[in-house]
């Protein structure tokens, strides 16, 4: 029971922050006048290298983005194997 409250916790936190930046970077994708690349929304969330003296539009979100998406499967996983030991008993 312990590790299914975990496995549920660690599953939110990792939704609420990769959420939290995805409503982030498409507010923000708006106002972004110049990018590279094919997707804007990436483009504010990970952004680019400077090229020249033009400002970089980007959020840099990347880093906790990969760690919300870590979060979240590792949430899966914890409930996945859960799920299992319960249905195999």
């Known amino acids: 029971m312990k590790r299914i409250v975990i496995g549920g916790f660690v599953l939110l936190g990792g939704l609420l922050i990769t959420l ?3 409503l982030a970077g ?3 994708a708006m106002e972004i006048t110049a990018w590279s690349g094919k ?3 990436w483009h504010a969330i990970f952004g ?3 090229y020249g003296d033009e400002p970089v539009q980007s959020l840099f979100l990347g880093f906790p983005f990969v760690i ?3 979060l979240t499967v590792g949430g899966l996983i914890i409930l996945g194997q859960e799920y299992y030991k319960t249905c195999k008993n």
Do not use: E
């Open 26 to 28: 498409t507010i923000y």
């Open 68 to 70: 919300g998406i870590l």
């Open 39 to 41: 997707s804007k929304l």
């Open 48 to 50: 680019a290298p400077q």
């Open 20 to 22: 939290t930046i995805l």
